[in-house]
């Protein structure tokens, strides 16, 4: 049973568009969203999150929208840039437990 | 400083045989994480070690595999007797302290296990 997924294992963009990356998930339980960058033979790095509170976060180029009805939180990215080119990951959990469940990943690559 | 390594960073190993991966995390961090990424799945939990709490060996998929912390520092996860199917990369993480939204993972870059 798959409490994350990400749907689209691949996306495409333009440099300088605005990249959408989506993550859902079935356990109401969670109210803490991650998402995670990783770069072929590197591990995962921390790259935004977003606590069930609040329904955005925003980092520079990157922004995190949560909407906890539809049980769904998206990844945007403007402008996506070349090096942004990696699969990202979802990952969710509850607050005060240590366990964190990831989606399958989404590889994203961004055409110069 | 340094970050969390992983070694060997490749193994390729035969049916049966028995392998070790280890792990050395950033040092004082207290919590420390295995995962297993398969070929098109995520990363799935094998097993949490905090401090000198007993772990959380929940996500190991048989009795095949385990995994020990010494002095709170370096961990090593073994396989025994593989199966094609342990063929994944292995990640270890770790983390200042427990609880998530508290303390971000750090991840190391992982092990490429391949069982012919």
């Known amino acids: 049973d798959q409490q994350v997924k990400q749907n689209s294992p691949s996306l495409s963009v333009q440099e300088g568009r605005i990249s959408i990356l989506n993550c859902d998930y079935t356990?109401?339980?969670?109210?803490?969203f991650l998402w995670y960058k990783k770069y072929p033979a590197e591990g995962p790095t921390f790259l935004i999150s977003?606590?069930?509170?609040?329904d955005k976060n925003e980092d520079g180029r990157f922004t995190v929208f949560l909407n906890k009805s539809a049980k769904h939180l998206s990844l945007h990215i403007v402008p996506s840039q070349p090096g942004d080119s990696a699969v990202y990951f979802c990952?969710?959990?509850?607050?005060?437990?240590?366990?964190?469940?990831f989606g399958t990943g989404t590889r994203l690559k961004v055409l110069a | 400083g340094a970050g969390v390594s992983q070694s060997p960073s490749n193994k390729v190993t035969e049916k049966g045989k028995d392998v070790e991966l280890r792990c050395d995390p950033i040092?004082?961090?207290?919590?420390l994480y295995w995962y297993r990424q398969s070929l098109g799945q995520g990363l799935e939990f094998l097993i949490y070690?905090?401090?000198?709490?007993?772990?959380?060996k929940s996500g190991l998929p048989s009795d095949r595999f385990s995994a020990e912390r010494t002095g709170g520092s370096v961990s090593t996860l073994t396989i025994q007797r593989t199966q094609q199917e342990d063929s994944a990369v292995y990640l270890c993480?770790?983390?200042?302290?427990?609880?998530?939204?508290?303390?971000?993972?750090?991840f190391g870059p992982g092990t490429r296990l391949t069982v012919t």
């Open positions: 040092s004082g961090h207290t919590a």
């Open positions: 990952a969710a959990s509850t607050s005060g437990t240590y366990k964190y469940i």
């Open positions: 977003i606590s069930s509170i609040k």
């Open positions: 070690f905090q401090g000198n709490s007993a772990p959380d």
């Open positions: 993480a770790s983390s200042l302290g427990p609880g998530t939204g508290a303390y971000e993972q750090y």
């Open positions: 356990n109401s339980m969670f109210d803490y």
